[in-house]
Each structure stands twice: as structure tokens, then as C-alpha cells.
């Protein structure tokens, strides 16, 4: 907490040490890592979402490249702003929004090509 100067929000902050976390244990282990398909299922109301799509979706997911998946799950899942994804990235603007395009778009694809469940 001490090394919070205030230049951006909390939680951006926040984000960025949590960030740099993952990035150094995926290093240690040489693995990527992809979304907890649990944590996705506890946000929703399991009534309303289908588990086969949830499925799919992970799936998907894991498919795409890390940049895009990260910033994919960063902006649409946890709710950050291009802007505060790209702090907590420490990447350009552009670059954050190119992502999540590229992802969003190869997300709609690949799931479409899957079909319904």
C-alpha cells in the first residue's frame, strides 16, 4: 500500500500488482493460464446461463492468443475500461482496443462454427 502515489484508481492499481503476479508465476512455470471456468459460473445466475455455453465459452477462450484473451477478460468479464486495462497492462491504448476487437471477433466466430449446444 505504500507504494500507491494516487496517478490512477485504486483498483487499477490493484490490478496491476495482480497482473504482474500471474505474469511471474507463469513464467516459473511455463504454462499459460486461462480463465477459471468456476469463478465465471459463480458471477451469473447458473438459472439463466447454460452450462454447455459456459463450457464453449472457456473452450474458446483458451484458444485465443493470451494478449487477446487477457485483455478480453480484463475488459468484458471483470468490467475494467480500455484505459485502465492498458495501466494495468502497461501497452497502449490502440493496442487494448485492437485486442478485445480481435477477440471478441474470433470468440463470435469460433463459437458460431460450434453451433448450438
Known amino acids: 500500500i505504500r507504494s500507491f502515489r494516487g496517478e490512477a484508481r485504486f483498483?487499477?492499481?490493484l490490478y496491476r500488482i495482480a497482473y504482474n503476479c500471474f505474469r511471474e508465476d507463469a513464467r516459473r512455470r511455463k504454462e499459460?493460464?486461462?480463465?477459471?471456468?468456476?469463478?465465471?459460473?459463480?458471477e451469473h445466475d447458473p438459472r439463466t446461463v447454460d452450462p454447455g455455453l459456459v463450457h464453449d465459452l472457456?473452450?474458446?477462450?483458451?484458444l485465443l492468443p493470451?494478449?487477446?484473451r487477457t485483455a478480453?477478460?480484463?475488459?468484458?468479464?471483470?468490467?475494467?475500461?480500455?484505459?485502465?486495462?492498458?495501466?494495468?497492462?502497461?501497452?497502449?491504448?490502440?493496442?487494448?482496443?485492437t485486442n478485445v476487437l480481435?477477440?471478441?471477433?474470433?470468440?463470435?466466430?469460433?463459437?458460431?462454427?460450434?453451433?448450438?449446444?
Do not use: F
Open 11 to 13: 483498483s487499477t492499481w
Open 32 to 42: 499459460l493460464v486461462g480463465v477459471d471456468e468456476k469463478q465465471l459460473q459463480a
Open 58 to 62: 472457456m473452450h474458446a477462450l483458451s
Open 66 to 68: 493470451l494478449h487477446e
Open 72 to 97: 478480453v477478460v480484463l475488459c468484458c468479464q471483470n468490467g475494467l475500461s480500455h484505459d485502465e486495462a492498458a495501466r494495468v497492462l502497461d501497452i497502449p491504448l490502440g493496442t487494448v482496443k
Open 102 to 117: 480481435r477477440g471478441r471477433e474470433k470468440l463470435k466466430r469460433t463459437l458460431a462454427a460450434w453451433g448450438p449446444n
